[in-house]
T-cell receptor
Framework: EPEVTQTPSHQVTQMGQEVILRCVPI?????FYWYRQILGQKVEFLVS????????KSEIFDDQFSVERPDGSNFTLKIRSTKLEDSAMYFC?????????FGSGTRLTVV | AQRVTQPEKLLSVFKGAPVELKCNYS??????LFWYVQYSRQRLQLLLR??SRESIKGFTADLNKGETSFHLKKPFAQEEDSAMYYC????????????FGGGTRLMVKP
């Protein structure tokens, strides 16, 4: 069964540093997403991406965040200057009309 | 604004007992609802979508538009059902985003 792959599984970074989280969505899916889950809280929508542009973003997705599909395969989430409160599990997902497939997540720890 | 509420953070039952995980939603349009399951340290997996009206691993969920609910049920819980369960609503706007409830941890005791 096709999977959404995320790397790395765990990233530790210093406050103020830039991080890039990587995802390889399922190849025939058209929509791509990033969600995050702060420890003990609900899964929150960050951004959706369709046809090589952002189709929707949440209030969380401010100017510190950006997404890219640089090579038609990878889908990346960049945080320019990380803050302590960015520590969370970040899930990538891709979808068809039938539903989503989630990756196993990247645990980001900002110290 | 759309919202999904799962009132129970933890539900603990004995093996063989019936289970009902509650989910209520608010959405101005026609909702599309899902249940996702997350086993320990694993990814979110689709369990059910209301449109398909299927039963997976013995779980069923019926959309009740009058009560704006989509409760997940299983008549006889198994220990392997222990996991986090998330109810989610998909919007039909351009972003196609999912809004999740806070999740319910189901613990099935032997």
């Amino acid at each position: 069964e096709p999977e959404v792959t995320q790397t790395p599984s765990h990233q530790v970074t210093q406050m103020g540093q830039e991080v890039i989280l990587r995802c390889v969505p399922i190849s025939n899916h058209l929509y791509f997403y990033w969600y995050r889950q702060i420890l003990g809280q609900k899964v929150e929508f960050l951004v959706s991406f369709y046809n090589n542009e952002i189709s929707e973003k949440s209030e969380i997705f401010d100017d510190q965040f950006s997404v890219e599909r640089p090579d038609g395969s990878n889908f990346t989430l960049k945080i320019r200057s990380t803050k302590l409160e960015d520590s969370a599990m970040y899930f990538c997902a891709s979808s068809t009309v039938y539903g989503y497939t989630f990756g196993s997540g990247t645990r980001l720890t900002v110290v | 604004a759309q919202r999904v509420t799962q009132p129970e953070k933890l539900l603990s039952v004995f093996k063989g007992a019936p289970v009902e995980l509650k989910c209520n939603y608010s959405y101005s349009g026609s909702p599309e609802l899902f249940w996702y399951v997350q086993y320990s340290r694993q990814r979110l997996q689709l369990l059910l979508r209301h449109i398909s009206r299927e039963s997976i691993k013995g779980f069923t969920a019926d959309l009740n538009k009058g009560e704006t609910s989509f409760h997940l049920k299983k008549p006889f819980a198994q220990e392997e059902d222990s996991a986090m369960y998330y109810c989610a609503l998909r919007s039909n706007n351009a972003g196609n985003m999912l809004t999740f409830g806070g999740g319910t941890r189901l613990m099935v005791k032997p």
